[in-house]
Nanobody, 125 residues
Framework: QVKLVESGGGSVEFGGSLKLSCTASGPASSRHCMGWFRQGHGMEREGIADIDSKGVITYAGSVKGRFTISQDTAKNTVYLQMNSLKPEDTAMYYC???????????????????WGRGTQVTVSS
């Protein structure tokens, strides 16, 4: 059973930065693809970025250039560095994992089987 625990969320001002962490446990074979998603109040869950076990990365267009996904395989942890934060980045941020390879073109929630509980990010203007 895969377990994902997010941390690092909080409240920041416009233009600030945060680094989220997602620590995973469970079979590595179930975590070939790791992704970050977010869901604002009253909005659909949106893909941010994903990274596969070989380090290949896909970004969604809306955060490209501001957010960076990375991983430390020795620590079973995936990170999301978020810079130049805006109020519209306010959302619950979720980590997800899947046992298949990452889609090469898109980051979509339906491709992921395992989810963390999320960590809240609030950006004030």
């Amino acid at each position: 059973q895969v377990k994902l625990v997010e941390s690092g969320g909080g409240s920041v001002e416009f233009g600030g930065s945060l680094k989220l962490s997602c620590t995973a446990s469970g079979p590595a074979s179930s975590r070939h693809c790791m992704g970050w998603f977010r869901q604002g109040h009253g909005m659909e869950r949106e893909g941010i970025a994903d990274i596969d076990s070989k380090g290949v990365i896909t970004y969604a267009g809306s955060v490209k250039g501001r957010f960076t996904i990375s991983q430390d395989t020795a620590k079973n942890t995936v990170y999301l560095q978020m810079n130049s934060l805006k109020p519209e980045d306010t959302a619950m941020y979720y980590c997800a994992a899947d046992d298949t390879v990452c889609d090469a073109n898109v980051v979509v929630p339906g491709d992921f089987d395992y989810w963390g509980r999320g960590t809240q990010v609030t950006v004030s203007s």
